[in-house]
T-cell receptor, first 112, second 122 residues
Framework: KQEVTQIPAALSVPEGENLVLNCSFT??????LQWFRQDPGKGLTSLLL?????REQTSGRLNASLDKSSGRSTLYIAASQPGDSATYLCAARMDSSYKLIFGSGTRLLVRP | DAGVIQSPRHEVTEMGQEVTLRCKPI?????LFWYRQTMMRGLELLIY????????DSGMPEDRFSAKMPNASFSTLKIQPSEPRDSAVYFC????????????????????FGAGTRLSVL
């Protein structure tokens, strides 16, 4: 059974700092891995999707990497801003399945 | 496009009452998902529709929960009778497809979420 874990559960950093959020999964037979952002009281917004055949994806200040062999994905946020404050969730989609298995999220606070 | 639209945004009801949550997916999307989010269990998939047909409802908690998708632009999630433990935020999401095509088509698998319905059962 796939389990997705995110560390740390919460993170507080000063504005301008580069940071890394971690996501680990127990079963390497994933089809893709997705990173989402959730603002309080809002739905999820897709940030990046990495196919299993890819190593990384970039969008603006965000870079997500995927290492299937080690069961890890990281989300790198460059030059963090207060507007980046939100909960970040990763979700693994397994081979031959449409289900997303979500981690519990990392709650990020970027202090001005 | 307005995105995935859910209604109501908030619902407060008494135990035993029927609750109906509504979802309008993004036009042209053929996959629709209902999720439930709680502090204890995080985000869980309840049911998945493809081309209006329920493909997997194994995540539906029990017979009190039912979901329908009468056409490509509308879906409902009904709880009857509701119980306090059903209190949660319910999300609807849609995607263009959920296939297993070439790597380049991965973006079509991206799920777009609605703002959710916060349900409180007293």
């Amino acid at each position: 059974k796939q389990e997705v874990t995110q560390i740390p559960a919460a993170l507080s950093v000063p504005e301008g700092e580069n940071l890394v959020l971690n996501c680990s999964f127990t079963d390497s037979a994933i089809y893709n891995l997705q990173w989402f952002r959730q603002d309080p009281g809002k739905g999820l917004t897709s940030l990046l999707l990495i196919q299993s055949s890819q190593r990384e994806q970039t969008s603006g200040r965000l870079n997500a990497s995927l290492d299937k062999s080690s069961g890890r994905s990281t989300l790198y946020i460059a030059a963090s801003q207060p507007g980046d404050s939100a909960t970040y969730l990763c979700a693994a989609r397994m081979d031959s399945s449409y289900k997303l298995i979500f981690g519990s999220g990392t709650r990020l606070l970027v202090r001005p | 496009d307005a995105g995935v639209i859910q209604s109501p945004r908030h619902e407060v009801t008494e135990m035993g009452q029927e609750v109906t949550l509504r979802c309008k997916p993004i036009s042209g999307h053929n996959s629709l998902f209902w999720y439930r989010q709680t502090m204890m269990r995080g985000l869980e998939l309840l049911i998945y529709f493809n081309n209006n047909v329920p493909i997997d409802d194994s995540g539906m908690p029990e017979d009190r929960f039912s979901a329908k998708m009468p056409n490509a632009s509308f879906s409902t999630l009904k709880i009857q009778p509701s119980e306090p433990r059903d209190s949660a935020v319910y999300f609807c999401a849609s995607s263009l497809r959920q296939g297993f095509g070439l790597a380049g088509e991965g973006s079509k698998n991206i799920q777009y979420f609605g703002a959710g319905t916060r349900l409180s059962v007293l």
